[in-house]
């Protein structure tokens, strides 16, 4: 599986942002898949997990409510809504597809990555 991520930019706090990750080479619709991010300087972190058909979403605390990850199988791809922006969440945001590992906030979990996107929140 090829992911292709877009959508990033720079923005002022409290803006809007949707990430896009476009996958080709394989279906996704019956892979579990997320987004991590990783700052400068800091460890690539845990941002959001959707199951294979959206029924369930996780997220980390720090985007709880702010970010919405769902997905659309039929355009085999994954999506990323976030609000309220904040100068914390600058970072570069890559999109993964699930190898069925139990714990979806580890990278280890995640099989196929995205180059990234860089998103950055001005204050």
């Known amino acids: 599986v090829q992911l292709q991520a877009s959508g990033g930019g720079l923005v002022q706090a409290g803006d809007s942002l949707k990430l896009s990750c476009a996958a080709s080479?394989?279906?996704?619709?019956?892979?579990?898949m997320g987004w991590f991010r990783q700052a400068p300087g800091n460890e690539r972190d845990f941002v959001a997990h959707?199951?294979?058909?959206?029924?369930?979403?996780y997220y980390a605390d720090s985007v709880k409510g702010r970010f919405t990850i769902f997905r659309d199988n039929a355009k085999n791809t994954l999506y990323l809504q976030m609000n309220s922006l904040e100068p914390e969440d600058t970072a570069v945001y890559y999109c993964?597809?699930?190898?069925?590992?139990?714990?979806?906030?580890?990278?280890?979990?995640?099989?196929?990555w995205g180059q990234g996107t860089q998103v950055t929140v001005s204050s």
């Open positions: 993964a597809v699930s190898g069925g590992g139990t714990y979806y906030q580890q990278g280890a979990s995640y099989d196929y």
């Open positions: 959707i199951n294979w058909n959206g029924g369930r979403t």
């Open positions: 080479g394989r279906p996704i619709s019956n892979y579990d």
